[in-house]
C-alpha cells in the first residue's frame, strides 16, 4: 500500500477552527496531547478507531463527516454544491 | 529560561536533530580515538585530558538534549502517554534494538576476521573499560536518541 493510500485525510483543523478551539482546548477534551492534534490534522498521524470514534463524538458528528480514506472535498462543496478552487 | 531551552529543543527541525543524535552517538567513540590517538605523541598529559573531558562534556550535553527531547516519554515517567507517544516509543525502542543488532554484529563481525587473519586478540582493562562505558553510557539513553531521530518536526503551535 502506498503512502498516499495508506494516508487517512481529516477536516479535523476546519472544524476546530470554525468552533474557535485551540489544539491544547481540543487535546484536553480528549485526554491526549496537543500536538497529537497537529500531527493527525497535518496528516503525520493516522488515529486509531477508538480516538477517531472520540474525535466525532466531541464534534457531535458522524466519523466519516471528518476522517476519510479519500481527500476530503470542501465543507462549502459537500454542503451547497459550489465548485472547490481545485474543481473537486 | 529553563522553559526556553526545553521548548527550544521541542521544536528543533528533525534534520538539525539528526544531527545531535549522530553527533552524540559517534561523541564517546571518538573521545576515547582521539585519547589513544594523543596517548603517544608528546602532548602534555593534563593537555589530553581537558581535549578528552571536553569531548565527553559535549557528547553529555547531546545525550542531555536527547533525554530532553524525550520529555519522558521512554520511561513514561511524569509524561501522559497518549497512543501516538505510546507508538512512538514503541518505534524508538525497534529501532535502538536494530541499531544495537548491527553493532553488536559488527563488532563480532570485526572480531573474527582479527582473530582468524593470525592475530591475538588481549582483553585487558584497557580495551574492556572503554566498550564497557560504551554500553553503560548509550543502551540506557538509545531510545530516547532514536525518539529524537524518528519523529516528524512538530507542528506550529497555533
Known sequence: ?88 | MTTTISSRIEYLPRSRRRLLVAAALIGYPVAVAVLVGLKHTSLNRWLILVIFLVLMLATAGLVGVGYRYARGRIEGRGARLDERDLALRQQAYALSHRLLSVILIAATAAVAVYVTSGNTLRLDANSFLPALMWVVVYIPALPALMLAWIETDQPADV
Open chain 1, 1 to 88: 500500500m502506498s503512502e498516499e493510500q495508506r494516508r487517512v485525510h481529516n477536516r479535523l483543523a476546519v472544524l476546530r477552527a470554525e468552533r474557535g478551539l485551540s489544539r491544547k482546548q481540543v487535546a484536553d477534551k480528549l485526554g491526549i496531547n496537543y500536538q497529537t492534534i497537529g500531527y493527525i490534522e497535518r496528516g503525520d498521524y493516522n488515529p486509531s478507531l477508538e480516538l477517531a470514534l472520540t474525535i466525532a463524538q466531541f464534534f457531535r458528528l458522524p466519523v466519516e463527516a471528518i476522517f476519510s480514506l479519500r481527500p476530503m472535498v470542501p465543507l462549502s462543496a459537500e454542503v451547497f454544491g459550489a465548485p472547490s478552487p481545485e474543481g473537486r
